[in-house]
């Protein structure tokens, strides 16, 4: 297990926004930038496999809860923060959260395909 970081974001663990789940293992809020649900490892660091799936278990069902059952898709890609895991729970639709001031905006990936 690896220490804190004193200067991740994500080990610091400030209630910024909206929480919706914690326990020993990870925590579930709003993320900053997008606004939609994002599960975060207490740990800093990248967990293993069965350990990843039970935590995105746990993102599924909040990001069910807000945007339906089919109603979105995991983004497992750590964008700004590589070295410390995390996740976000997407719109089906779109990248960032209608609550986020980006909505609307062209994502990355949009123009791909």
């Given at each position: 297990?690896q220490q804190p970081e004193q200067r991740c974001l994500l080990c ?96 990355p990936g949009e123009d791909e395909g």
């Amino acid at each position: 297990m690896q220490q804190p970081e004193q200067r991740c974001l994500l080990c610091s663990a400030e209630r910024l926004t909206a929480w919706h789940f914690e326990d020993d293992e990870c925590w579930v809020a709003d993320c900053m930038v997008c606004r939609t649900p994002m599960i975060v490892w207490r740990t800093h660091g990248l967990p293993e496999p069965g350990l990843e799936r039970a935590l995105l278990d746990i993102l599924g069902g909040i990001a069910a809860g807000r945007y339906g059952d089919d109603g979105y898709w995991i983004d497992p890609e750590r964008r700004r923060i590589p070295d410390h895991w995390h996740a976000h729970a997407r719109p089906a639709d779109g990248f960032f959260d209608p609550q986020s001031e980006l909505f609307g905006v062209d994502w990355p990936g949009e123009d791909e395909g």
